[in-house]
């Protein structure tokens, strides 16, 4: 009988007992026997003696899963989690993506700014291209058509670069250009507006001698005033005149500031008041050459109704594409809700896509030449009666 101590890790030190019977000198042999475990070094060098420290050496001690002998690489590419930010180039542990991560959102908002910049562009193309292709405009009227037609087209292509510059080139100068622009085209389309309702009230006014020589290059220096003073207000964003330090003095367009865009908000309504006024007065020009040649021309009072008709429907377009943004610039600020701005400045631009068909498409030179340009003839049942002073 021989006594072995063994250890156990659940009962520590234990005593077994060896039994051996040898019969005929090791021809058969009977042995009860519990074979001690093998102890490993480090077991030999640390005996625990309570049941928790026990535990937690058996803890420690445990042989480890396969699959936790993987490298860590191959366990992180068997992850769906590990795996989602590895085509990226980093190993982010984290379901929640990552903003860089994150796909870009874009607004139906935004969509229909840049489908509506597009349709203006391509309208007032054809406007500039039927002028400058036509020789035989060129009286003041047409070169005020015309300079609206660019300044039109300029927006359109404004709306356009502002959403590509949002969604892909995203930075400080870039806001800067697009918003100047913006504020450029725009602030030039209103002020040729008035410009043109000036020459309508001349034309009437001075109906003997507007048609001179002179006449037209007094327009084309208003013209020229007209865009070097939008010019100079596209070009006070990047002068330093923006909100992109503070975003606290925001406007409802940044990075137009709250001051700046209540300047021009203001000035925008006084531009309205004063066609307001002209048209007034157009209107009672009109009425009284109506009057005065009423019965040479049958057709004049017609006309001057239909003219009348005509011009309050322009205002009354141009004052809803416009008054509401005005005055919603004057009482908002960065912090109202962004929607409220979209549903403001979508009708604004709007106002771009119907100049063309108030000022260009519906002036009968002009339409002579989109049928000659187009179908190379004039349809037989086509007016071309020559303007009166009573047509508005």
Known sequence: MTV???????????????????????????????????????????LPTARSDLEHFVASTRR???????????AAMSSPIHNAS???????????????????????????????GTLISCENAIVIAVLFYTPSLRAPMFILIGSLAL??????????LNFIFTYMLNTELVSLISGGLLIS??????????????????????????????????TYVVVALIWLACLALGSLPLLGWNCLRDEASCSVCRPVTKHNAV?????????????M???????????????????????????TTKGVSTLSAILCTFAVCWIPFAMYSIV?????????????????????????IIYAFRNPDIQKSLWLACCGCIPANFSLRPRTSSDV
């Open 263 to 275: 300047a021009l908000a203001v000035t925008f309504l006084l531009v309205f008041a004063l066609m």
């Open 332 to 356: 908002a600020d960065s912090s109202y809700p962004v929607i409220y701005t979209y549903a403001t400045v979508l009708p604004a631009t709007c106002n771009s896509v119907i100049n063309p």
């Open 4 to 46: 072995v101590e063994t250890f156990d890790v659940r009962g520590g030190i234990r005593r077994h007992v060896r039994w051996g019977v040898h019969i005929n000198g090791g021809a058969a042999r009977a042995r009860r026997q519990h074979r001690p475990r093998c102890r490993p070094k480090s077991e030999a060098r640390f």
């Open 185 to 218: 085209a725009f602030s030039a389309s209103v002020l040729n507006i008035l410009a043109i309702t000036v020459d309508r009230y001349l034309s009437l006014y001075n109906a003997l001698t507007y048609h001179t020589e002179r006449a037209v290059t007094f």
């Open 277 to 303: 006024q002209l048209y007034f007065l157009i209107c009672k020009i009109a009425l009284r050459h109506a009057q005065q040649i009423a019965v040479q021309h049958h057709f004049v009072t017609i006309s």
């Open 151 to 160: 300044a039109d087209t300029l927006a359109g292509l404004g709306l356009i």
């Open 86 to 116: 590895l085509g990226s180039g980093t190993w982010n542990s984290s379901p929640v993506r990552t903003p860089e991560q994150r796909p870009v959102a874009v607004s139906p908002w935004d969509i229909a700014l840049c489908v509506t």
């Open 64 to 74: 480890r899963p396969a699959t936790a002998m993987i490298h860590p690489f191959a």
